[in-house]
């Protein structure tokens, strides 16, 4: 036990300590030192994440200190969960993490600041592995927040740019939407339950027996959840910070808003299965939600030009995918999901990172084309890539998409089983488009492209095999296949198992066959359509509405952003300035005014004075009077 | 161990250092002024293991000179001696007229604030808190911005017209224990144990309770009585500003939580839902205007009123963990607070404009500065790790389990949260982010470093390893609570 | 019967000390031609008056010559609290010599002219105080004007002066018939002069709601408010005290109230006591409007002199509650001394520090005092610390008299009125920090710091002032003092 | 004839008013004086039939006091008024404006 303990700190701790040698003595060491550093780092820490999940069985809890004592009977621990959900997404926080600053060091090759760089990653992975690990929902709320602060420090990494400071802020501001919402979850099941520790949460729930008001504040409770999730995973509503969020650094998008943090909502809604399936209509909402999101993204994505524009809907609407599927009670489906996105969407980013290095900082896909030659290993691993988002069978992204569809479709929600197999086709159209419109056809562009440096092509490549073999972790026993993921999580959420009978195994072939069939609809749709890609989008006025994002953003500014503008400006010059200052002054100033009138009697007329005498004993003489 | 001598000592040292300092040349008078608050300060630190103290002598007839020194007032006396220290360390480079006078009277504040923090008396606490005016009132009025004069008056008035009307309720509060016994005491704690036994009428505890309130509220500030403050801040000299939004009105949050609570505990209870509302509006009306600011101290003013909206509506919301987190988050705000006024010191020093549109891009000139900056600002909006965290957190989650007051307000406290954001991040970017005009600023030098270091720790420390200051907090306030069940169940 | 005269003589040293010691410095006038031997002999006299009251303090009540003056413990008090004025004044008064006379050109040796006088309104306060007779009342009173009506007269050159007397005279000669009338009513009411027979037979023969004392305690405190200048029989004061020469003006704020709240004490306490009920929410009532108006008043004043003359209206309206709150049945003494002795420390410790300033030539204005803090830090100092105690801040005495009044007050369920009187504290407080404004806080400079006009034996003002200031900030911070010492010598303890 | 105290005190009253009319309205500091000494007049005519009321003497010999005193007042009152003229050359007391404001 002692040594998991070790290992737990060491594992969270070196990115920690990284973070401050590189922002401390980035400049000094120079590059070269930090890169290897930072590498090293995070390979050590993968490594103990390694020694950890190999060590442990069923569950451990390691406990640091005590953190915030609530009061006497309740407290929150620094502590730490180690159980198949936490330590799989632990690794792949750690080893796609690894991979990504081995990128890093070839694309941030040059930049000033390439030490706060690797400082605030490794701050990340440090934010993300107490998010991951945490026993309490506040240590889980620590990382939460960090990893909301990393992204923004990342995403407006490039500062000069006021652009990029705003969407920083946008991002940290909306994930704070979020965040209050879990607070207020936190605040919720602490009334029902008494802690904050998530063990002691879901044993009390698996006791049962909860009062009404109970069941109330539970309730809150998800709602709560619900919508802190919805903004670290970029659900609608709140999804609008996440395309603006690629003003960051290619690999951060890699990292952070694809492969890692933004998948931190379906683990929290993993974690924490029980407490949904107490209120069965939450999960319903969630479903809803996933779907409606995977649509709407994928339908933004296909009219999007700047090629991490397309991949940031296309994260929204994967992210969405998951949600319907933990919303339909197939958490496995969606951890699986979670894992091989992680994977290609990684590549994906990667390799888009690739192009735009090697066309020195060019996004717009209109100004790409034929990049196949130039670039052949970057194309070779983003085909792959492709391919995996698409569901062609049999790479990962097939296999774990399948899954879902197949969920979906037995769930007996029409609604969503349709927008389901839309955004699939969806999905591969808009990335045949980019796949097409960036190595196919002649070059638009102004710059000769080169080929990426090794340090990157050689990420590209690992993860081209992951994003290929990944579909290997959880083959479906239909098939054949050996279901490892759903064993190994059988212990922390629960799926309804699909019962092997030939009757179903027929229906999960017609459903993989219709599904690999819309994929390879979409890709080649695209292919017809942008082979010889002149310039000309599809025009339509109705596709305004895809373009512009559905005007989201724009309602949200019109609707909120500028009313509480309003209301602060209402507030401060309105009733600050005027109501109470006003009041106050006027107090001063007509105290003031009455002073002069007043002294106005000071005539200087001894007379006048004796008049004032007078007036006074009169009216003593008439108030005794009256008195009497 | 230590003696209730100390207490007497501690009492007294900033009366001797203001003497001292008054007394020194001119030349000497800043670093003496400096070594005596670091005398303090370390005198203040010998007493950390102490719970609980008291000290007695007879005052004045009726009037018991009673000093008591607990957790509540050591760790705010340990705040005051710990600001005063670095905002006097400040202002040894900055002040350069009138030097003597300027550091005399920020020990006559510390020697007031403490003075008010250690009494027992409720007069006795009165003379202190009105006196804690006199040397602010020319801290602003001396060595402040242009509109100081207008600035002060309203300080001033404002905060004297509220503490006069506690003065009344304070009065009738221990005429009516001498009318009941017989016996005459203003001690807090012989009020405290008598009107525990023999509650008070309600009708009249009503109307000493808003008295007591009123007075606080206007110190601490709670809307609407809060416009005092963005003036007083823009106004004032750094240090001034530092000691202000730091230990004064600390001093407000205090009295609630030592005296008005205390002893009218009922009526707490009775207005806590009005009061609750008044401290959400001031969260998010001081936030809302805050994001609207241009000039950095007024934005910083308003995020003052909105943490202490915080603060207040844990304390009204009547929870033993509302007020753990109430008294920590007293704390932080000082550290971040007055942290966030010595930051834009630092700037003001050098450009002589506090307007938010002159600034830009400071984080390519000034690196070390804008890291300051950044933590300082995440510890304000209460990000997990930071100090702001642990009382926020505190805050919400005790009032949220509240019997008094509806949980509805700490939802909507809430949302102040997200506003806190906002604003604090509005202020980030327009300093640091953007395209960069302001080249020739220099960074910190081992002056600045000197202080923002133990500050920087401070904001982990507090963070990470809360129970130092929480451990001895949480007795008294259980202790307290404990006084205040037996009440109810009787 | 003669011997009881000279008996009683004997014993009413303390009051005929005055008129002795007045007739004395007279004799020595005549005599001699200087100005330093009256002086002496007036500082020495008040000196060992000062010491024989001090001694005296416990000495019990007596009855003097037929019940028509009463020297009691309180009487003591008072006469030691005049006597200490009167040592003040006449010091304050040395420094100027030369310099004054030579602008109003009053001869130099006119001089102990003005101590008489002073003596002599002296020697009228005591007889107030310790009147118990209407006669004496009466006469007592008249004593102490006609004084005064010369002292501020004493200018003679000087049109300011010469005004603000003889407004003072017709004016104060009006008020005196309203005060004659009263006591004409209260004779007529119960064919009495002396105190107790008055008392006795109010309270024997029901005779509360007769209209004839009805019309007397209206007359009467129509006139007691004159004489405090309660408002509106204020308007007088900002006038005569502004004219005044500042020592006298001083003089004015302290002596004429120690006198008139002694005499209206045991009038409306003695034989009123038992109409309490009648008069005490009209007494009340103009002690509110003074507090509040005069302080509203103050606000917009720009002469100093007359801003201190309606900050001493707001006091008088203090003071007036403290009369009516040392209500012999339930109240102590002290709140009404110890406001008295504070207010006449203050009051003459900043009248000092003016004179230090003053230039008689022009009108002292209260932007004058623009930037004093830069060029005479320690006169501004001393004056900031005296205002600050006028506004009745803490840790300065000024604070503890407020306070034990507003304690008095709630004690006897005045809670309407301890508002008001906190609502005029607070008013007052801005004028009173607009003169620490000017001082500390304004670049420009002010005339006040340009004007030397006293330049020898500066000490004895120094040593007023000092003394002023240490008695208010100890009264601040142990009041212990001086209620020990009150208590004591009103034997209450 | 048989006069009564209230035929007495309606003297009294009458004159007081004629001498406070007179004090309010005239001008001249001399005739000022006058209307005071009338009215003072009128205080002595209320003590003097009060104290034929009471069957006593302390009302008669309040009556002296208050001549002696009023005395001493016209005297200290007709010496200022000499120095204002000498000053002024007027005795107007409407004149006596220096103060005001």
Known sequence: ?628 | MLNENYLLVLFLFPFFSTLIVALSRHRAAAWVSVAMAFAFFVLTLIGFQVHELRYSATWFGNLKYGLYLDSYSYFLILLSAFLTLISLFYSVRVIKEKVAAYHALFHALQATVVGSLLCDDLVFFYIFWEAMLIPMYFIIGIWGGPRRKYATLKFFLFTFAGSLLMLIGLITTYVIYFQQTGTWSASFQTLRDYFHMNPMNFEIQKWIFLSFVLSFAIKIPLFPFHTWLPDAHVEAPTAGSVILAGVLLKMGTYGLMRFAIPLFHESAEYFAGALCFLSVVGIILGALVAWRQTDIKKLIAYSSVSHLGFITLGIFMMTEAGWNGAYLQMLNHGLSTGALFLLVGFLYDQTHTRDIQAYGGLAKSLPWFALVTVIIALSSIALPGTNGFVGEFLILLGSFQSKVASNGWVILAGVGVILGAVYMLHLVQKLLYGKSHSEKLKDFGWREWVFYVPLVILVFAIGIFPEWILGPVREKTTAMFNLFSTFAAR | MFERLLVDSQMALPILGWAILAILVLMIKICTRGVWLPLFATVIGLIGLIFYSATHLNSGAQDLFHGALKMDSSFYLFNLIGLGIHLAVVLMLIPGLERTSKIFKVSYEQFPELLICLLFSGFGLSVLIAASDLSTLFLGLETLSIGVYCLCGFYRTEIRSTESAFKYLMIGAFSTVLFLYGLAFVYGATGATNYSQIQSIIEQSHLAHQPLLMIAVAFLIAAFAFKLAFVPFHLYVPDVYEGAPTPITAYLATVIKVGVIAAAFKVFWGFFGSLADYWEPFWMTLCVLSILLGNILALQQKTLKKLLAYSSISHSGFLGLAMVLTHPGVGTTYPLMAYLVVYSAVTLGLFSSISFLENREQVFLVEDLKGLGQKRFWTALFIGIFILALAGLPPFAGFMIKFWILEALIEQHHIGVAIAAICGSVIGAAYYLRILMLMFMSEEQGSASEWVVLKDRLYVLRLIVFLAAILSLVGGMRPQLYADWILSALALK | MNVSIAHLLFLSFGVFCIGGAGFLMRRNALSLLICLELMLSAVNIAFVSFSRLHQNESGNLLYFLVITVAACESAVGLALILNFFRLKKNIRLDEATTLKG
């Open chain 1, 1 to 628: 036990m002692a040594d998991l303990k070790l290992l737990a700190a060491l594992c969270v701790l070196i990115p920690l300590v990284g973070s401050t040698l590189w922002f401390w003595l980035g400049a000094r060491f120079g590059e070269k030192v930090v890169s290897i550093g930072a590498v090293t780092f995070l390979v050590a820490s993968f490594l103990c994440m390694l020694g950890m999940f190999f060590g442990v069985h069923e569950a451990a809890r390691v406990d640091f200190f005590e953190w915030i004592r609530i009061s006497s009977n309740a407290s929150v621990h620094f502590s730490f969960l180690l159980d198949p959900l936490s330590l799989t997404l632990g690794l792949i926080v750690t080893g796609v993490g690894s991979l990504i600053h081995v990128y890093a060091t070839g694309y941030m090759k040059g930049d000033p600041s390439f030490g706060r760089f690797f400082s605030y990653l490794n701050l990340f992975i440090f934010s993300m592995l107490m998010l991951v690990l945490s026993d309490s929902l506040v240590g889980l709320f620590l990382g939460w927040e960090g990893v909301g602060l990393c992204s923004y420090l990342l995403i407006s990494f490039w500062f000069s740019e006021e652009a990029n400071a705003i969407a920083g802020k946008k991002a940290f501001v909306v994930n704070r939407i979020g965040d209050f919402g879990f607070l207020i979850a936190i605040f919720a099941l602490f009334q029902v339950f008494g802690t904050v520790s998530i063990p002691d949460i879901l044993s009390a729930i698996h006791l049962g027996n909860l009062t009404a008001d109970q069941m109330f504040w539970s309730k809150i409770a998800c709602f709560g959840l619900i919508l802190g999730a919805s903004g670290k995973s970029a659900q609608i509503p709140l999804h609008i910070w996440l395309p603006d969020a690629m003003a960051g650094p290619t690999p951060v998008s890699a990292l952070i808003h694809a492969a890692t943090m933004v998948t931190a909502g379906v683990y929290l809604i993993c974690r924490l299965q029980p407490l949904f399936l107490l209120n069965g209509g939450s999960l319903e909402i969630i479903a809803y939600m996933g779907g409606l999101t995977a649509l709407f993204a994928a339908s933004v994505a296909i009219f999007q030009n700047d090629i991490k524009k397309v991949l940031a809907y296309s994260t929204i609407s994967q992210l969405g995918y998951m949600f319907l599927a933990v919303g339909l009670g197939a958490p496995v489906a969606a951890y699986f999901h979670l894992m091989t996105h992680a994977f290609f969407k990684a590549l994906l980013f990667l390799g888009a990172g690739s192009v735009i290095h090697g066309l020195h900082h060019e996004q717009n896909m209109h100004k790409m084309g034929g990049l196949r030659k130039q670039m052949p290993i970057t194309f070779w691993a983003m085909t792959v890539g492709v391919l995996a988002i698409a569901g062609i069978p049999p790479l990962s992204g097939f296999v774990s998409k399948d899954e879902i569809l197949h969920t979906v479709s037995t769930s007996g929600r029409t609604a969503l089983s349709v927008m389901a197999f839309l955004t699939a086709f969806m999905t591969a159209f808009y990335m045949g488009r980019l796949w097409v419109l960036t190595f196919f056809g002649k070059f638009r562009g102004h710059h000769e492209a080169d080929e990426s440096p090794l340090s990157m092509t050689f990420v590209l490549v690992t993860l081209a095999i992951l994003s290929a073999l990944g579909g290997l972790l959880n083959w479906p026993e239909l098939w054949g296949g050996h279901e490892l993921l759903n064993e190994f999580l059988s212990s922390v959420v629960v799926q309804k198992k699909i019962e092997i009978s030939s009757e179903a195994f027929h229906h999960s072939l017609l459903l993989a066959g219709f599904s690999s069939l819309l994929g390879l609809a979409g890709l080649g749709l695209a292919w017809l359509r942008y082979r010889n890609f002149s310039g000309k989008e599809f025009e339509a006025p109705v596709f305004n509405l895809f373009k512009k994002k559905y005007y989201i953003d724009e309602l949200y500014d019109i609707a909120i952003v500028r009313n509480l503008k309003q209301i602060g400006w209402i507030l401060w010059k309105g009733v600050d300035g005027l109501c109470i200052d006003g009041f106050l002054n006027g107090l001063g100033t007509g105290t003031t005014r009455l002073a002069n009138r007043l002294r106005g009697m000071q005539t200087g007329l001894a007379q006048q004075y004796a008049v004032w005498v007078w007036i006074g004993f009169l009216l003593l003489l008439f108030g005794a009077w009256t008195v009497r």
